[in-house]
């Protein structure tokens, strides 16, 4: 039997108006999605425990087994064991996305945040900018006071580390979730140390307005990298084995460091395939024949696509629905018809890990649909894959519960 695990990310979602009061599941055409679930169970799932923040952080370390209550100690320290950053006792990890601020006359706290992903800019102009703004000279000694240093993300993402850093009390907020807002509420409050990260936000907002490569960006049209964002703070951490616990041994398909980092800290593989993005126009091909591949050697494959999520933090409804789509037409389906002809068993586990709302365009902790399929069995429930049907089905507690249900333990 092989096992395979799926992950839409943010496909989950509230009714929307403009869609004639259906969820983008709903209103999406994804007929053989809908025919796997027809033959299988559809049920809800609580990913996200009741407190903490509602994410893929939270709610992909349930997915893979592990109890945020017991792990979770920040977001940014599992991206960062994605590229073997070590933390040592009292560094702290956070992200550092390259936002785009609105621009004006007015003072730094009235501006508003316009992309939690600077227009998702490029990796490698992402990584020029703030490489740019890390060696100017005055960012360079408000850094080395505060005794930060920054790794390259290849992306909007970057991961700061602060040696010996207080952030007892600390108060940071993901940007994605507030998009639209006036930035003074939201900057890091809680602690000494949140002063220390005010005051390298704004200066890199200084610095970053008359950055030659941001005027670039916008003579081409697109938004400028005009600030840096900290949040997902946290300290180092360590995850439970996947395979002394649950006996399976395989690899993680993504693009997203978050859950090459997952994967890296429980003793998964690692595969970013050619054309990954984590954007709409990642390759689902790439990402399936990796997966087919991972089958070959192990018995366990996952794959995470970041599409729908992005999509909807953008505000794009158009894309989040052709993300949905392309899972059925260019992985689901592809998927399954070249395991059927490999002659394997398998079992399939597509699930949203959080829901992203196309009302806030940020995320929510509730509930979401999952769908497990047995080519073995045929449940004849006859359901669709979506929100509502998910309700109608087993009610899962908790996201630790899942991988249980996929290995039939």
């Given at each position: 039997m092989k096992y395979i695990l799926v992950i839409g990310d943010g496909m989950a979602d509230n009714p929307v108006e403009a869609l004639g009061g259906l969820t983008p599941l709903e209103y999406a055409k994804k007929p053989f999605i809908d025919e796997l679930a027809a033959k299988g169970e559809v049920g809800s799932v609580l990913n996200v425990p009741y407190g903490l923040p509602a994410g893929s952080d939270t709610a992909i370390m349930s997915i893979f087994g592990c109890d945020p209550n017991l792990y979770y100690t920040g977001r940014a320290p599992l991206e960062a064991a994605a590229t073997g950053i070590k933390l040592n006792a009292g560094d702290v990890a956070y992200r550092c996305n390259m936002v785009t601020y609105e621009q004006g006359d007015m003072p730094f706290e009235e501006r508003k945040i316009l992309s939690h992903s600077a227009g998702?800019?490029?990796?490698?102009?992402?990584?020029?900018?703030?490489?740019?703004?890390?060696?100017?000279?005055?960012?360079?000694?408000?850094?080395?006071?505060?005794?930060?240093?920054?790794?390259?993300?290849?992306?909007?993402?970057?991961?700061?580390?602060?040696?010996?850093?207080?952030?007892?009390?600390?108060?940071?907020?993901?940007?994605?979730?507030?998009?639209?807002?006036?930035?003074?509420?939201?900057?890091?409050?809680?602690?000494?140390?949140?002063?220390?990260?005010?005051?390298?936000?704004?200066?890199?907002?200084?610095?970053?307005?008359?950055?030659?490569?941001?005027?670039?960006?916008?003579?081409?049209?697109?938004?400028?990298?005009?600030?840096?964002?900290?949040?997902?703070?946290?300290?180092?951490?360590?995850?439970?084995?996947?395979?002394?616990?649950?006996?399976?041994?395989?690899?993680?398909?993504?693009?997203?460091?978050?859950?090459?980092?997952?994967?890296?800290?429980?003793?998964?593989?690692?595969?970013?395939?050619?054309?990954?993005?984590?954007?709409?126009?990642?390759?689902?091909?790439?990402?399936?024949?990796?997966?087919?591949?991972?089958?070959?050697?192990?018995?366990?494959?996952?794959?995470?696509?970041?599409?729908p999520d992005e999509c909807t933090h953008n505000g794009d409804l158009e894309g989040k629905i052709q993300a949905i789509e392309w899972l059925d037409t260019r992985m689901l389906r592809p998927m399954t018809a070249a395991l059927d002809a490999k002659g394997w068993d398998y079992r399939i586990l597509f699930l949203s890990d959080h829901k992203t709302l196309t009302a806030t365009r940020g995320h929510d902790g509730d509930p979401v649909p999952y769908l497990l399929y047995d080519s073995t069995e045929d449940t004849k429930n006859g359901l669709p894959y979506t929100e509502a049907s998910g309700l109608k089905g087993p009610q899962v507690d908790a996201g630790v519960r899942l991988m249980g249900l996929l290995f039939e333990k």
């Open positions: 998702s800019i490029e990796g490698e102009v992402s990584d020029e900018i703030v490489t740019a703004l890390f060696n100017d000279p005055e960012f360079a000694a408000l850094a080395e006071e505060a005794g930060m240093s920054v790794n390259l993300g290849h992306s909007f993402r970057h991961i700061a580390v602060q040696a010996q850093a207080d952030i007892k009390g600390i108060k940071l907020i993901p940007p994605h979730d507030h998009l639209g807002e006036k930035i003074g509420p939201l900057l890091p409050t809680g602690c000494e140390n949140a002063a220390v990260l005010r005051e390298l936000m704004v200066k890199a907002n200084e610095i970053l307005e008359k950055l030659p490569q941001n005027a670039e960006l916008i003579a081409q049209g697109k938004m400028p990298a005009n600030g840096v964002w900290f949040w997902a703070e946290g300290t180092a951490v360590a995850l439970p084995d996947f395979e002394q616990k649950n006996g399976h041994t395989g690899a993680v398909v993504s693009a997203v460091p978050l859950c090459h980092g997952i994967a890296a800290l429980v003793g998964l593989g690692i595969v970013c395939p050619e054309g990954a993005t984590g954007e709409i126009d990642t390759n689902y091909e790439n990402k399936m024949q990796a997966v087919l591949d991972i089958l070959e050697e192990n018995d366990f494959a996952a794959v995470h696509v970041e599409a």
